[in-house]
């Protein structure tokens, strides 16, 4: 199957300071690539919807000027985190869908945040 | 909007014995379904999927998951359970209506007793 990276998987930063976290698709072309953010015990959340080449789409409730998300090429999209915050900890999934494979949506192993 | 629903919020089976976790769904038109595993810590894992066809889905692990219309439900099942499948589980819909989006379930925690 398609293999999507993360990086980093764990960050630990102050509060005030901004975090960058990477996904990347390894082998394949992501078209599209997703934002999950997950609390402790509970569900994945969408956060936002980025395309290549194009500004992101947030989900209700997100604030795009804190989760700043950039999709430049067809196998890098970040999510920066910017002046985090202690209730910004979370744990961040990125997900890819592309090329032949537009049908499936695979997902990265996680990044978890700790913001002190 | 699509969505799925997973009743229990932890299911505990005895090992060896038979797992159910249930999900039932709320879609227009056709359903694509899905079922996530994810250890602690760990992103998620692909089960299986139903698009179309056989309504017993077999998937990884030995995990199944039956395709019900009438009952709008889509459980996933394993004949015998192992202690190693103790996990979060997610059952998932393809959103047609919002751009494909996977949109999840709230997860239940499965609990595999020796």
């Known amino acids: 199957g398609a293999v999507v990276s993360q990086h980093p998987s764990r960050v630990i930063c102050k509060s005030g300071t901004s975090v960058k976290i990477e996904c990347r698709s390894l082998?394949?072309?992501?078209?599209?690539m997703f934002w999950y953010r997950q609390f402790p015990k509970q569900s994945l959340m969408l956060m936002a919807t980025?395309?290549?080449?194009?500004?992101?789409?947030?989900e209700q409730g997100v604030e795009k000027d804190k989760f700043l998300i950039n999709h430049a090429s067809l196998t890098l999209s970040t999510l920066t985190v910017t002046s985090a915050h202690p209730e910004d900890s979370s744990f961040y999934i990125c997900s890819a869908r592309g090329g032949s494979r537009y049908n499936e949506q695979f997902f990265g192993p996680g990044t978890r945040l700790t913001v002190l | 909007a699509q969505s799925v629903a997973q009743p229990e919020d932890q299911v505990n089976v005895a090992e060896g014995n038979p797992l159910t976790v249930k999900c039932t769904y709320s879609v227009s038109g056709n359903p694509y379904l899905f079922w996530y595993v994810q250890y602690p810590n760990r992103g998620l894992q692909f089960l299986l999927k139903?698009?179309?066809?056989?309504?017993l889905v077999k998937g990884s692990y030995g995990f199944e998951a039956e395709f019900n219309k009438s009952q709008t439900s889509f459980h996933l099942k394993k004949p015998s359970a192992l202690v190693s499948d103790s996990a979060l589980y997610f059952c998932?819909?393809?959103?047609?209506?919002?751009?494909?989006?996977?949109?999840f379930g709230k997860g239940t925690r499965l609990h595999i007793l020796p």
């Open positions: 980025s395309n290549e080449g194009s500004k992101a789409t947030y």
């Open positions: 139903y698009i179309t066809g056989d309504n």
């Open positions: 082998d394949f072309q992501a078209t599209t």
């Open positions: 998932a819909v393809r959103d047609i209506e919002r751009d494909d989006k996977i949109i």
